[in-house]
């Protein structure tokens, strides 16, 4: 089974500090391998960027380095915006919220049949993608 990080849980993994995530997180997060990477979305780096530019994320090296740390093969493998993505984002619910970041990442799950894991309430609620909060 495949997993798609939330931006929350890609800082929290990267960074080493899981101890808020849920007992499930944590178990899929210490067993990535290699055959198996965890997935990220590339709308995650961008949220990333725009969070330290704003101020309201702190990293603990120059923002390019942690991105190419945090993103580091074998143990990710980044999602880009596919068609196929772009297409699913369009055909989701009119009830699931607006934000496009989330919409992205929801639309990236479905495509690809993965799980998404995070702790938003929003996307957790709407039950539009497998999830493991």
Do not use: Y
């Not at 990267?14 to 808020?20: E, H, K, L, M, R």
């Not at 596919?82 to 992205?104: M, Q, T, W, Y």
């Amino acid at each position: 089974m495949s997993h798609l990080l939330d931006t929350h849980i890609l800082v929290s993994w990267a960074n080493g500090t899981t101890s808020d995530l849920s007992a499930a997180q944590r178990r899929v997060l210490r067993r990535v391998e290699p055959n198996n990477p965890l997935l990220v979305c590339d709308i995650c780096l961008w949220e990333i960027a725009t969070l330290v530019s704003l101020g309201r994320l702190r990293l603990s090296r120059p923002l390019r380095e942690w991105l190419e740390m945090a993103t580091a093969a074998p143990l990710v493998q980044r999602v880009g915006i596919s068609p196929a993505i772009a297409a699913e984002v369009a055909a989701l619910p009119n009830s699931f919220h607006r934000d496009p970041g989330d919409r992205v990442l929801v639309a990236s799950s479905r495509v690809l049949g993965a799980t998404l894991i995070t702790r938003d309430q929003k996307i957790l609620k709407a039950q539009v993608c497998p999830v493991l909060g």
